[in-house]
């Protein structure tokens, strides 16, 4: 007898595509973020939010680390605008989608946990559970919760599709 799959938010599908099972609601909401998103990406590179999305990588010697830095931004600008473009598609639409787009959309998951989680201060060493209801970031916190629980399905389905 042959094991049904589980079916979540995100699907491999027996011809070797993928389905994304969110609501029309989720859908409309996951794009408002993902514009969000490119609206950080478009920031003034000291902005703090973007910290983790274009990590210092010699931390010790500044000029190296701009060196670094002005030969890597631009490409890896270039590839989170392209996985955007793709996540729009994939959010507009409720048809299967291939390989490539999932990792779109999985990077774009990543980029929005890494942006909100600078914003709300979590570490390794820390879980953004933690937030009592009546903090002010309370909601962001959920928020990171649902996007890391929906960044695990992506990974999971691309690891065992």
Same mark, same amino acid.
């Given at each position: 007898m042959r094991k049904r799959k589980k079916v979540g938010p995100v699907e491999s599908l027996d011809d070797g595509a993928f389905r994304i099972n969110l609501s029309?609601?989720?859908?409309?909401?996951?794009?408002?973020?993902?514009?969000?998103?490119?609206?950080?990406?478009?920031?003034?590179?000291?902005?703090p939010r973007l910290r983790r999305l274009?990590?210092?990588?010699?931390?010790?010697?500044? !000029?190296?680390d701009a060196e670094y830095q002005g030969y890597m931004r631009d490409e890896l600008s270039q590839s989170r605008a392209a996985s955007i473009a793709t996540v729009r598609e994939v959010l507009g639409s409720e048809d299967p989608i291939s390989e490539s787009q999932l990792y779109a959309f999985m990077m774009v998951l990543n980029s929005l946990r890494l942006v909100l989680g600078t914003l @709300?201060?979590?570490?390794?060493?820390?879980? #953004? !559970? !933690?937030?009592?209801? !009546?903090?002010? #970031?309370?909601?962001?916190?959920?928020?990171?919760?649902? @996007?890391? /629980?929906?960044?695990? /399905?992506t990974v999971d389905t691309l690891s065992n599709g």
């Amino acid at each position: 007898m042959r094991k049904r799959k589980k079916v979540g938010p995100v699907e491999s599908l027996d011809d070797g595509a993928f389905r994304i099972n969110l609501s029309a609601d989720e859908r409309d909401t996951m794009l408002r973020f993902v514009d969000q998103l490119e609206e950080v990406l478009s920031a003034e590179h000291t902005d703090p939010r973007l910290r983790r999305l274009f990590p210092t990588a010699y931390h010790e010697n500044p !000029d190296l680390d701009a060196e670094y830095q002005g030969y890597m931004r631009d490409e890896l600008s270039q590839s989170r605008a392209a996985s955007i473009a793709t996540v729009r598609e994939v959010l507009g639409s409720e048809d299967p989608i291939s390989e490539s787009q999932l990792y779109a959309f999985m990077m774009v998951l990543n980029s929005l946990r890494l942006v909100l989680g600078t914003l @709300l201060g979590v570490s390794e060493d820390e879980d #953004s !559970d !933690d937030i009592d209801e !009546d903090d002010p #970031s309370f909601g962001q916190a959920q928020l990171y919760g649902y @996007l890391g /629980w929906l960044l695990e /399905w992506t990974v999971d389905t691309l690891s065992n599709g």
